[in-house]
């Protein structure tokens, strides 16, 4: 039970609500995208075979997302309060889950949400009484979107693209367009390539926030 100011009484306890939660980069970016984490390069050196097998009956397809079924699930958590940019939950702490810490990117969606909203840990606690881990969330404004991103430059032409993602800005909250990084990836006008659908140049301008494993930083289309 979640109070302030002393003990709440019985008619003030709301029910938990479900909610999904996912933590680690390569997690986070399947949620979020809806698919596996591909090269964009490599996205369309497809097959005969598999040319083949889509144009039948998508059996390329269905396999990917199969694949992914096994490889990604969700913790379930349960939202004890839930405010416009923080969120408190807990579970059981005998439930099998990822190692969470103070700091760490997470993914979040609960039933208000009809995707998923990227979270940064503020707290967490174990309350033994109680058999339960409680964990205290700041959600980042706007809804995510996936990309992949990789470093310019002459001595970067044969690297990988890895997993980011983009917020759009929020005026009301005097939000700039932001995307997040792996920790260690930010430098301040640092050119990169970002994809989605096409790639395109951008450049990083502020660092707005370091995490434990990751960066978010504003930035301008090149």
Request: glycine share 8%; with cysteine.
């Amino acid at each position: 039970l979640w109070c302030k100011g002393g003990a709440a009484r019985r008619d003030e306890v709301r029910p938990a609500a479900d909610c999904e939660l996912a933590a680690g980069f390569v997690a986070i970016h399947f949620f979020v995208s809806g698919d596996i984490f591909a090269q964009p390069e490599t996205q369309s050196h497809l097959g005969k075979r598999e040319h083949e097998e889509i144009a039948t009956f998508g059996g390329i397809l269905t396999r990917r997302r199969e694949e992914n079924r096994q490889q990604f699930s969700t913790e379930r958590w349960q939202a004890r309060s839930d405010q416009i940019a923080e969120m408190q939950l807990s579970r059981n702490l005998h439930q099998p889950g990822a190692r969470i810490g103070r700091g760490q990117l997470l993914a979040i969606r609960s039933a208000a949400t009809s995707g998923f909203m990227l979270a940064v840990v503020r707290w967490l606690m174990v309350v033994v009484d109680a058999d339960e881990l409680r964990l205290g969330l700041r959600l980042l404004p706007g809804s995510p979107s996936a990309l992949a991103l990789r470093s310019t430059g002459l001595n970067a032409g044969n690297d990988a693209f890895c997993q980011g993602f983009r917020l759009p800005a929020v005026e009301q909250l005097r939000e700039p367009a932001s995307i997040l990084v792996p920790r260690g990836y930010f430098r301040p006008g640092r050119i990169i390539e970002t994809y989605t659908d096409r790639l395109r140049l951008i450049r990083l301008q502020l660092l707005l926030e370091r995490g434990a494993d990751f960066e978010r930083a504003s930035f301008d289309w090149e």
